[in-house]
């Protein structure tokens, strides 16, 4: 028979685990949408340098957009730089906390990141 401690441990353990994971998944995914958000626009501002074509600097964002399960909202290139600036979204997870309206906008990370120029 499970006595009645044990069973106060596990429904602890349980919530301390669903409070770690709601409250960490939104500034996890904000450094991985951030480190894929800069490396997007690095790879895209350099790409701009070396063809100055913009349609393929936007292809090898998208293509890192992809693979890295992002959607791109902004994508601009500063004519006079060369430099690419992205804005880039990703919902993170949560099982309770993005359907609550006054905390669902933790849940929907946007990160604006702009290239460096080659060279620096």
């Known amino acids: 028979m499970i006595s009645g401690w044990l069973i106060k441990i596990v429904v602890t353990i349980a919530l301390i ?12 995914t904000r450094a991985q949408v951030d480190g894929t958000a800069h490396n997007m626009a690095d790879d895209a501002t350099a790409e701009y340098f070396q063809r100055k074509d913009e349609a393929t600097a936007r292809a090898i964002a998208d293509e890192i957009a992809a693979k890295e399960e992002v959607a791109i909202e902004e994508f601009t290139v500063d004519p006079a ?8 979204f990703k ?30």
């Open 91 to 120: 919902q993170a997870r949560s099982l309770v906390l993005k359907n609550w309206g006054p905390t669902k906008s933790w849940y929907e990370i946007r990160v604006t990141a702009a290239g460096e120029t080659p060279g620096k």
């Open 17 to 28: 685990g669903l409070v770690a994971f709601e409250g960490g998944s939104p500034l996890i």
């Open 81 to 88: 730089t060369g430099v690419v600036t992205v804005k880039v």
